[in-house]
């Protein structure tokens, strides 16, 4: 007896395998709960066995029916849809539920091990780890845990901040490589904020770790006279001085990308790309090898979007793409204005790409907050207690120089085993949802 089922992918890495009748499950639970009108329109059941043409078309209807949901602030944001994907997420990976001690990094590489379940949530995971470190409740939220790669050469990739609709163990396990980490970083930008943090013993502690660690990787620029300066703090026990010093120093509190190409100011170019003060920072290697600098503000974004497309593997042959042959390649395109009147797209190929787009979402999260006198704490913990809503697109734009708004979000597509894809490149623009969904198919029956 063989059924269909479907692959579905975050961040190019298989999050869950489920079947339609699950789906439809999911689908009578939400119906039920928040009444047909609210709820998207759902791909029929059939009786009958399905042509490979039905099967790739029910494929489609499930990517826009989970990215509609996903969309929706109320849905998207609901327990019932992110538990869905939780349980989905450990049945496919096949973990039972049992306790488990998770390795949580902390910037100055220390390590905070903590007694978990392996079907405990983000959220539940984070509560852990402020408890082990005495952390209090109201400047949880100022953190997030961040899933991280080390290099050979101690360097830190970035590859997403862990969401609500996973569970931290199975999603670092299911890796199976010692490369990977959950690291815990502040997940604010304006250092405004960091008075409030630095008034607490262990959130200094932890803030001051990060600044040290960020110099340390070349991440903040320093120059002779100032590394003299932060020297002498740091032999005094200075930390809070410490801090200080490094809120004056070019490109605090960044998260520093990979190198990776762009498009700007012409195609082709090598850069490296940071991510801070309401801004995306380009230090690029132009085609005559000259290094050129720019910023592009958050402000100034009328839209990005994340576009992904299955690309053959460089090994010297022009076979097209197959499952085994193929690499997902990532792109943040944003829509920028030049000048008056005029609005540029610039691209960015990389494999963080969606991590870039999490970076601009949480600035513009800041920024709405600011814009409308609310208080960060208090968005910090909605967004801790996973109950944030963002508002509508058209109200972000309504007030200059606000201008970013967010795109429509498409479901990227994987081709089904034995069918070609259906699409090359697909949206999964900045919204509420950072990660990249896709669906695949296996098998031959829907039942």
């Known amino acids: 007896f063989i059924f269909l089922a479907y692959n579905i992918h975050v961040n190019g890495v298989l999050h869950c395998r489920v079947r339609y009748s699950q789906l439809l499950g999911l689908h009578e639970q939400i119906k039920k709960e928040y009444g047909s009108n609210v709820v998207p329109a759902f791909p029929p059941k059939k009786i009958f066995t399905l ?5 790739e078309q029910r494929r489609e209807q499930l990517e826009k029916y989970m990215q509609a949901v996903r969309q929706d602030p109320l849905l998207g944001a609901s327990e019932m849809f ?13 973990i039972p539920t049992e306790d488990v001690a998770l390795d ?11 007694n978990i379940l392996t079907s405990d949530q983000t959220e539940d995971v984070l509560d852990a780890v402020a408890t082990k470190l005495d952390l209090p409740d109201d400047l949880v939220g100022y953190f997030s845990l961040f899933l991280i790669r080390e290099g050979v050469d101690g360097g830190l990739t970035f590859v997403r901040k862990l969401q609500e609709f996973e569970l931290p163990y199975v999603s670092i396990t299911s890796l199976r490589s010692s490369e990977f980490h959950i690291l815990l970083r502040k997940s604010y930008w304006d250092m405004a904020y960091d008075g409030d943090v630095m008034d607490n013993r262990v959130g200094l502690n932890l803030l001051y770790a990060q600044t040290v660690s960020d110099i340390e990787r070349s991440w903040i620029l320093v120059n002779k006279d100032q590394h003299r300066q932060l020297k002498s703090l740091q032999e005094k026990g200075s930390k809070k001085e410490f801090i200080h010093l490094g809120q004056t120093l070019k490109y605090y509190g960044y998260i520093k990308f990979d190198p990776c190409i762009t498009d700007f100011p012409e195609k082709g170019c090598q850069v490296i790309v940071s991510a801070g003060n309401n801004e995306l920072n380009f230090h690029v290697k132009l085609p005559n090898e000259q290094m050129k600098e720019g910023s592009f503000k958050v ?9 992904s497309s299955q690309v053959p593997i460089a090994n010297g042959t022009t076979n097209p793409c197959s499952s085994s042959k193929c690499e997902v390649k990532l792109e943040l395109a944003f829509e920028y204005l030049m000048s008056k009147d005029r609005l540029q797209w610039v691209t960015i190929t990389s494999q963080q790409a969606i991590m870039m787009s999490i970076c601009l979402q949480s600035m513009v999260d800041e920024l709405m907050v600011k814009k409308s006198g609310g208080s960060i704490k208090k968005m910090l913990r909605k ?4 109950s944030i809503h963002r508002p509508d697109s058209q109200q972000a734009v309504k007030s200059p120089p606000l201008l970013v708004r967010n ?3 498409k479901l990227s597509s994987v081709s089904l085993r034995g069918i070609s894809a259906s699409n090359s490149a697909n949206d999964i623009s900045g919204n509420d949802f950072h990660g990249n969904y896709a669906f695949e198919g296996i098998g031959d029956d829907d039942l």
């Open 383 to 386: 967004r801790h207690n996973g």
């Open 104 to 114: 949580i990094c902390l910037s100055n590489g220390q390590k905070v091990t903590v």
């Open 407 to 409: 795109g429509t979000t």
């Open 51 to 55: 042509t490979p043409a039905e099967v």
């Open 82 to 94: 992110n538990s869905f994907l939780r349980k989905a997420q450990q049945e496919t990976q096949q």
């Open 299 to 307: 402000t100034r974004m009328r839209c990005w979007r994340v576009t």
